[in-house]
């Protein structure tokens, strides 16, 4: 969807594509075509690159894959090391859009906030608009969901209970209340 917003026509074929698939599958009319890559080759190419695959020969290659690979064929080595090509060249686009679009996000959007006992909070602004904490504990996982000026959701085996958490959880980050902590996160909002 980024590459598209910039531009990339590719990115809007392959949007569309999608979105008629799956209109087509709601609408009972046949199922999906199958993916032309092989995913279980693209699994143990993408797994084993950095165990020695990438440096293999394209025989090499193959020999190695009618050892571990479970599909029972015969593999051809040409179509392998074609195969490898654009897993690499899949994972070397992957990461540079990463960190590109990784450095289009505010600061608080990159980063958590450490309190005190362990507690995490992480700030999430996803596309549909909503702003959110989520503040885990190491060990433990997700236990509050925070919005602008109320914990929306904990889980059961979140430290405090509804009572206690408003009083207690902003000062785990040493700030007075709620609303201080999400602003931490999204200054600009209007609470």
């Known amino acids: 969807m980024e590459k598209k917003k910039e531009g990339d026509l590719e990115s ?3 949007l569309i594509r999608a979105e008629d698939e799956f209109w087509r599958l709601l609408n009972g009319h046949g199922p999906v075509p199958p993916f032309k890559v ?3 080759h693209s699994d143990l190419l993408e797994l084993g690159l950095h165990l020695g695959l990438k440096v293999l020969s394209a025989e090499e290659l193959a020999d190695c894959f009618d050892e571990v690979c479970r599909c029972g064929k015969q593999h051809d080595a040409d179509a392998l090391k074609k195969q490898r090509g ?3 060249k899949d994972l070397e686009a992957t990461l ?3 960190e590109r679009y990784s450095l289009r996000k505010p600061p608080w959007e990159r980063f958590a906030v450490y309190g005190a006992q362990e507690f ?3 700030s999430y602004h996803p596309r549909d608009g909503s702003r959110y904490i989520e503040i885990s504990r190491k060990g433990n996982g997700l ?3 925070v919005e602008k000026d109320a914990v929306i959701g904990y889980s059961e085996q979140a430290e405090f209970g509804s009572r ?3 009083h207690t959880l902003p000062a785990v980050f040493f700030v007075s209340s709620i609303e201080e902590l999400f602003k931490m996160f999204f200054p600009e909002s209007d609470l």
């Open 12 to 14: 809007h074929k392959q």
């Open 96 to 98: 540079r859009a990463s």
């Open 38 to 40: 092989d995913q279980m």
């Open 143 to 145: 236990e509050y969901i």
């Open 164 to 166: 206690e958490v408003l």
């Open 120 to 122: 995490i909070a992480k």
């Open 86 to 88: 654009r897993v690499v």
